[in-house]
């Protein structure tokens, strides 16, 4: 599996620190086919992290310095309580979001890949938020901001898929797959927060 570097701080994908996911393979399975995700789409996210590989650090870049630093209420995630920048922070954060986009693209969706995404959710929450980094910053990342910016990953990555020639085609056909994969992903990163006895009030 291709990683953005050697060592990425807190990232442990497949590790026996990351808790089984509470949904099973047959939920998932079943969310699969409410989102529409077939085995075309797992090979045409095959052929996106191809392309997406040595662009990762541009489009985090783009999301995290060219959208989310102008706005303030997302911003100040990744800032601490008093608003002041972190840059250790975001640089630790920022490779594991990097990986995050080849994971999306060249993992497999079987049971580590589950278990990592309930990780990343609780990451957001806070029963995990500041720990992997051991930083002050806001408690949380409200669900809804999770959910709206997905709207906006969506529409900037069409650009860095079309970005080696491959034909129209092939680039919408990456790009249904990308967002279908956000959709199941985000599906499941509102478990615990549909969990009142984890992360209640935290919409």
Not at 7 to 22: K, L, R
Not at 51 to 62: A, F, K, P, S, W
Request: charged share 25%; glycine share 6%; hydrophobic share 35%.
């Amino acid at each position: 599996m291709e990683k953005v570097a050697g060592d990425i701080h807190g990232y442990t994908f497949g590790t026996t620190e990351v808790a089984a996911s509470p949904v099973s393979l047959q939920e998932l399975e079943n969310l699969k086919i409410t989102v529409g995700f077939t085995e075309e789409d797992q090979r045409s996210l095959l052929l996106a992290g191809e392309v997406l590989g040595d662009q990762t650090r541009q489009i985090v870049e783009h999301w995290r310095s060219g959208i989310i630093a102008g706005i303030p209420n997302l911003a100040r995630h990744s800032r601490t309580p008093e608003g002041e920048a972190n840059p250790e922070y975001l640089a630790k954060s920022n490779l594991r979001f990097q990986q995050w986009i080849l994971d999306t693209c060249l993992r497999p969706y079987d049971q580590d890949w589950l278990n990592y995404q309930q990780e990343i959710a609780l990451r957001h929450t806070s029963l995990k938020k500041n720990q992997t980094d051991g930083v002050r910053s806001t408690p949380y990342v409200p669900l809804h901001d999770i959910l709206g910016f997905i709207a906006v990953i969506n529409e900037t990555i069409k650009p860095y898929l079309a970005a080696k020639n491959h034909s129209a085609e092939d680039v919408d056909r990456m790009h249904r797959a990308w967002c279908k994969s956000m959709q199941l992903q985000m599906a499941l990163w509102t478990k615990p927060y549909a969990d009142s006895r984890m992360a209640p009030n935290e919409w």
